[in-house]
């Protein structure tokens, strides 16, 4: 019996035998083009490339504390980003008619024979690096085309040594258990798309390859973060009893998927997904959401060697506009620091991002950027029920400011002749303390609000969760977070408009009962989430939660 | 145009990180750079070219760089080389 750690993707568990996935052979055909394929076929190299890059950067973000694998990375951006290289592919392709995967293996060979005919071993294994950004970059370009999965049921746990967003989404329509990889990160989009699933999943597993062989026996607790390989009876034993009440938890859920989230007494609760990427959307659909109350924009600009187009946005918003229509997709406007748009934005270096140019400040700097994005969802509202909302809101002088924006926005389509939908819904994320302080004016100015409890609780508290010191101090229910969101909750009200909690808040069973109690009309919660929170509405009495939420506060009140 | 012949002084020679530091900062600067190495002669802005010259401890390399900010990029490879690249 080998256990072994790694970081969790997914909790759940998952028990079966190994099938691992070897690093394909990858089979390159010598294809060759016609003279009219030229241009798509350098724009397809040029996608495929910079899809890569992306993959990388994701990579070294995650990697900050291995600063080897992480240099090794950054040589490889650099290697597909290379002058010479970029060229000479294009040059190949539209001089000697050859598909680009040709091209590319062309290339990467020459090189890697280069370094294999050197003297000195030192610089020769280098090869290495370049043999890994080809495989890299082909496996990308071939994926769509090739099923390299084969056999697999549902006792296989897949063991790989990466997996790209796309395979996953394969190997989950097999049905498979579990999935475990040597490399990847918890934050890359494979992992993402596992999690919407509920698919048990580990990665950055060492020395996972060595220690597997085809057909063991596998444990993968993706609670605890680690893999069981050939575990003893006992550990079978302990781990079966799990996995038995898991699928009883997952058939109980299963019966409620039709059924609409509403309290015991019949309080109806809105009840929406947060997406982080467009791939997300087929669980949105699969597990019934009543739309998206969560839209995040952020992978747009992310790592973006330039902005993306109000074309290339509208395009996004539209297809997941469509798919949800006639329910609505809560869009939000560009939420990240000014430190992640580094490559885009001169930001000069900020002491403090937290407190910087961030969410809407961003916005209302780059008013051009901003208009891009309001243009692009204004469009997509004629496609089905889109709200757009803003971020790091902290008074209603920004909301009044974003909405003369936005109307700027409309008169400029109309002279453009492009169609859009002007009847939006506006709203404000309620995340910084002196937001919810004063809701009642903001929520004059707005359709809805939507508390976004991870940095309202950050906020208040003064508390960086992820910094491990000071954890402790990271409570959710603390009073004066508690205060906020009732305050914020009664004065949407008080202005008859709805709230939605969308944090983390709302994914966490435990706090459910408290924010029906406290009024919440709507939660937003990860697709993975969906059926866990739905089951635990259906068991809440709304006048009950009222009493209890007022129970908690004469409790936490007195404790002075 | 500037030409200037330097000698690698860090043990490792140029292996991977150290390309990767000289093609990130040539990057930066407009001025075309190259590198000689013996009767090679590569585009100093190509990771692929600088690894290519396996140039080892104690080699000679000329850089020239040509362009409005040329004295700048030069200074910034020297001061590099000089740095053993942090490596010791």
């Known amino acids: 019996m080998i256990i072994l750690k790694g970081a969790s993707v997914s909790t759940g568990i998952a028990i079966g035998k190994a099938k691992i996935i070897e690093k394909e052979v990858l089979q390159i055909t010598r294809k060759s083009i016609k003279d009219h394929e030229i241009e798509t076929e350098i724009e397809k190299f040029e996608k495929s490339v910079s899809h890569v890059l992306n993959d990388i950067d994701l990579l070294i973000k995650d990697l900050a504390q291995s600063k080897d694998h992480a240099d090794i990375l950054t040589t490889h951006k650099m290697i597909l980003i290379d002058p010479e290289f970029t060229s000479k592919i294009k040059r190949s392709i539209s001089e000697e008619l050859m598909s680009m995967e040709h091209a590319i293996s062309e290339h990467f060979n020459e090189i890697v024979d280069i370094f294999n005919n050197m003297k000195d071993d030192f610089f020769s294994q280098r090869s290495s690096d370049y043999e890994d950004v080809a495989y890299r970059l082909l496996s990308h370009i071939l994926d769509k085309s090739t099923d390299r999965f084969g056999n697999l049921d549902e006792n296989s746990v897949l063991i790989m040594e990466d997996i790209s967003p796309s395979s996953v989404t394969k190997v989950f329509a097999k049905n498979i258990c579990g999935l475990c990889t040597e490399k990847g990160s918890k934050n890359a989009h494979s992992s993402i798309i596992a999690r919407s699933m509920n698919l048990p999943m580990l990665v950055a597993v060492h020395g996972l390859l060595e220690n597997v062989k085809e057909n063991d026996n596998i444990i993968i607790d993706g609670n605890a973060g680690k893999i069981v390989i050939s575990p003893d009876k006992k550990t079978i034993g302990k781990y079966s009893k799990i996995l038995e009440q898991q699928k009883k938890e997952i058939h109980k859920l299963k019966k409620i998927l039709n059924i609409k989230a509403e309290t015991s007494d019949g309080k109806k609760i809105k009840l929406m997904s947060n997406i982080e990427i467009p791939e997300e959307i087929d669980q949105v659909i699969k597990n019934r959401s009543e739309g998206i109350g969560l839209f995040r924009t952020e992978f747009l600009f992310m790592d973006a060697d330039e902005f993306p187009t109000e074309e290339q946005q509208y395009q996004i918003y539209r297809k997941i506009t469509e798919r949800c229509a006639p329910e609505p997709v809560v869009i939000r406007t560009i939420d990240v620091g000014g430190d992640k748009l580094s490559k885009l934005l001169n930001i000069g270096h900020e002491l403090n991002p937290n407190l910087g140019c961030r969410g809407i400040r961003i916005s209302l700097e780059y008013v051009s950027v901003f208009k891009t994005q309001i243009k692009a969802i204004l469009r997509a509202n004629t496609k089905g029920n889109v709200k757009m909302m803003f971020p790091m809101i902290s008074c209603v002088s920004e909301v009044l400011k974003a909405k003369k924006i936005i109307e700027e926005c409309k008169s400029e389509l109309k002279e453009q002749n492009i169609s859009f939908n002007p009847a939006i819904g506006i709203g404000a994320m309620i995340e910084i303390p002196s937001a919810a302080i004063t809701s009642d004016d903001i929520a004059k100015e707005c359709d809805f609000l939507s508390i976004g409890t991870n940095d309202l609780v950050q906020y208040t508290l003064a508390v960086d969760r992820d910094n491990e010191t000071v954890s402790d101090y990271y409570q959710p229910s603390h009073l004066s977070v508690l205060r906020l969101i009732k305050m914020t909750i009664e004065n949407a009200h008080s202005h008859n408009i709805k709230v939605a909690v969308c944090g983390e808040m709302a994914s966490e069973k435990k706090y459910i009962q408290l924010l029906i109690g406290l009024g919440i009309d709507e939660l937003s919660v990860s697709p993975g989430r969906l059926l866990v929170i739905k089951n635990e509405i259906l068991q809440i009495d709304s006048g009950k939660a009222e009493e209890l939420a007022g129970k908690i506060f004469s409790a936490l009140e007195g404790e002075k | ?88």
């Open chain 2, 1 to 88: 145009m500037i030409r200037k012949t330097i000698e690698i002084v860090n043990k490792l020679g140029m292996h991977a990180r150290p390309a990767t530091m000289i093609v990130k900062a040539a990057t930066k600067y407009r001025s075309d750079f190259r590198i000689i190495k013996d009767d090679m002669e590569i585009n100093g802005k190509s990771i692929m070219g600088v690894m290519t010259l396996a140039a080892e401890f104690g080699s000679e390399l000329d850089l020239i760089a040509d362009g409005p900010d040329e004295e700048y990029l030069i200074k910034e490879i020297t001061e590099l080389f000089a740095s053993k690249f942090g490596e010791e």
